[in-house]
């Protein structure tokens, strides 16, 4: 079996290479990302393999059709990129629905204390053998409220970290987890007050019309001054836009961004020898208080371990079964999710 992998990078092709040669998948890997310029690369192939960034359109999801292309194999959890409803009764989308959740949840903790204790600043500082302190003061996170939206599996792992910190919890997901909230250290609230009440809010919520911006002029309206602000999910939960005035306006008092709305320019490539067009991003790298890394939460040699061999054991099961459980149905549900009408 033979598939299209597009936008390789070369931390993929380790993992991939070893879960592919055990069940025998045979990966192409095409370092340019997938939309309607590039779908021609997959003719030949039996399926496509794609990450965040690539594009799986109407007219993507026509043409792999007719080139007889039955997969679209997601490398990942998150599916806003591909038109679902377009997709249904022309290709089947397998995605990985989780994969090392501590590699985020961790990754989110790390960018938080980094900011807070200014640790990139002494990390700068120290290299030119630059001891002073002045501005350097932080705060501690024990007993400070962090509002955490989105409680699926990163979330709960990001809750669990926070506790560990003596972090009170505000908690808010449409569809709550059993047993999360206890009444105490961990509690299920509104959105509003969770803005309201938090000191810091961390997004770990899939990318769907309820939560597109997310946080924007209005809710940051209703934050506290000085709320910190921790994105490690989707670039479009937060516009960044409202984000970047809130800063300048020093309601928000720090940022930390793995993601951004209009990454896939961007994210992933050296542009270091260049001018940024975006000036949105470019102003929240320049800003002290904000903290940018790309997309680079998941990668973790577990995660890419993990990433692979679901990937693979997805095409693997779909092609021999012609079912998958990690299979999307077209409202962007999976079928457990289809047959409790959490998908409608």
Same mark, same amino acid.
């Given at each position: 079996?033979?598939?299209?992998?597009?936008?390789?990078?070369?931390?993929?092709?380790?993992?991939?290479?070893?879960? @592919?040669?055990?069940?025998?998948?045979?990966?192409?890997?095409?370092?340019?990302?997938?939309?309607?310029?590039?779908?021609?690369?997959?003719?030949?192939?039996?399926?496509?393999?794609?990450?965040?960034?690539?594009?799986?359109?109407?007219?993507?999801?026509?043409?792999?059709?007719?080139?007889?292309?039955?997969?679209?194999?997601?490398?990942?959890?998150?599916?806003?990129?591909?038109?679902?409803?377009?997709?249904?009764?022309?290709?089947?989308?397998?995605?990985?629905?989780?994969?090392?959740?501590?590699?985020?949840?961790?990754?989110?903790?790390?960018?938080?204390?980094?900011?807070?204790?200014?640790?990139?600043?002494?990390?700068?500082?120290?290299?030119?053998?630059?001891?002073?302190?002045?501005?350097?003061?932080?705060?501690?996170?024990?007993?400070?409220?962090?509002?955490?939206? @989105?409680?699926?599996?990163?979330?709960?792992?990001?809750?669990?970290?926070?506790?560990?910190?003596?972090?009170?919890?505000?908690?808010?997901?449409?569809?709550?987890?059993?047993?999360?909230?206890?009444?105490?250290?961990?509690?299920?609230?509104?959105?509003?007050?969770?803005?309201? $009440?938090?000191?810091?809010?961390?997004?770990?919520?899939?990318?769907?019309?309820?939560?597109?911006?997310?946080?924007?002029?209005?809710?940051?309206?209703?934050?506290?001054? @000085?709320?910190?602000?921790?994105?490690?999910?989707?670039?479009?939960?937060?516009?960044?836009?409202?984000?970047?005035?809130?800063?300048?306006?020093?309601?928000?008092?720090?940022?930390?961004?793995?993601?951004?709305?209009?990454?896939?320019?961007?994210?992933?490539?050296?542009?270091?020898?260049?001018?940024?067009?975006?000036?949105?991003?470019?102003?929240?790298?320049?800003?002290?208080?904000?903290?940018?890394?790309?997309? $680079?939460?998941?990668?973790?040699?577990?995660?890419?371990?993990?990433?692979?061999?679901?990937?693979?054991?997805?095409?693997?099961?779909?092609?021999?079964?012609?079912?998958?459980?990690?299979?999307?149905?077209?409202?962007?549900?999976?079928?457990?999710?289809?047959?409790?009408?959490?998908?409608?």
């Amino acid at each position: 079996m033979k598939i299209a992998f597009f936008d390789a990078k070369p931390y993929d092709k380790p993992s991939f290479d070893k879960s @592919g040669a055990e069940l025998g998948v045979e990966y192409k890997y095409f370092e340019t990302k997938l939309n309607e310029d590039t779908v021609e690369l997959a003719s030949g192939f039996d399926g496509v393999c794609v990450f965040v960034n690539d594009t799986v359109n109407a007219r993507v999801v026509d043409r792999l059709h007719e080139m007889g292309i039955g997969i679209v194999a997601l490398r990942c959890a998150g599916f806003n990129n591909v038109d679902m409803a377009h997709a249904y009764g022309k290709v089947h989308v397998l995605r990985v629905p989780a994969y090392s959740p501590y590699a985020v949840a961790e990754h989110t903790m790390a960018l938080l204390l980094t900011s807070i204790r200014r640790i990139h600043k002494a990390y700068i500082r120290t290299r030119d053998f630059n001891f002073s302190l002045a501005g350097m003061t932080g705060f501690d996170l024990h007993s400070k409220t962090v509002g955490v939206i @989105g409680t699926g599996r990163i979330g709960r792992v990001f809750i669990d970290i926070c506790r560990g910190f003596g972090m009170k919890v505000l908690a808010y997901d449409k569809y709550p987890a059993e047993g999360l909230d206890n009444g105490d250290t961990v509690k299920y609230t509104s959105l509003d007050r969770l803005f309201e $009440q938090s000191d810091i809010i961390s997004l770990h919520c899939p990318l769907t019309e309820d939560t597109y911006h997310i946080i924007d002029e209005k809710s940051l309206a209703k934050c506290k001054r @000085g709320v910190v602000i921790l994105n490690t999910s989707r670039g479009a939960l937060v516009d960044a836009e409202a984000l970047l005035e809130g800063i300048k306006s020093r309601k928000v008092g720090a940022a930390c961004l793995d993601v951004y709305e209009e990454e896939a320019d961007f994210f992933f490539q050296d542009f270091s020898g260049h001018i940024l067009e975006d000036d949105v991003l470019a102003r929240l790298i320049s800003m002290p208080n904000v903290i940018v890394t790309s997309h $680079q939460a998941f990668l973790t040699e577990e995660a890419l371990t993990n990433i692979a061999e679901t990937t693979t054991n997805n095409i693997v099961e779909f092609t021999r079964s012609g079912k998958c459980p990690n299979e999307l149905c077209y409202r962007g549900g999976s079928a457990e999710d289809c047959k409790s009408g959490k998908c409608f």
